[in-house]
């Protein structure tokens, strides 16, 4: 008697487990999906405030990482403009906020022309 109760309790949770997994994975919604380069270019000017949010830039440079690897295509002034702005953040005191900053320009490649 005690061993079909086992066995029932393993199998309960046994079903229990393929049914959240199965949920996991048709509620995945990718939050990066909706991105679109006017509105990092727009946002970019964050870069430029006084005193820096490292946070709010963090996160754009994130999103700017995220965009590059997606494939996304910026003009040559667009890149320039997100080069110069990014390497005003070399000024901040946050170590991840410059570590950050050092990945994004390493992928931004602005046009010899340009700079």
Do not use: H
């Not at 690897?69 to 070399?90: A, I, R, Y």
């Amino acid at each position: 008697m005690a061993q079909s109760f086992k066995d029932a309790i393993k199998e309960k949770i046994a079903q229990t487990l393929k049914e959240n997994l199965k949920a996991d994975e048709s509620e995945f919604v990718n939050p990066w999906s909706n991105l679109d380069k006017a509105a990092i270019l727009q946002q970019s000017r964050c870069f430029g405030e006084t005193p820096i949010d490292s946070e709010q830039c963090l996160n754009l440079l994130t999103r700017v990482l995220y965009v590059l690897q997606q494939g996304e295509k910026f003009t040559e002034s667009e890149l320039t403009g997100l080069f110069f702005g990014v390497t005003k953040l070399f000024q901040t005191q946050s170590t991840r906020l410059r570590r950050m900053v050092y990945l994004v320009i390493k992928e931004l490649e602005p046009s010899e022309q340009e700079v």
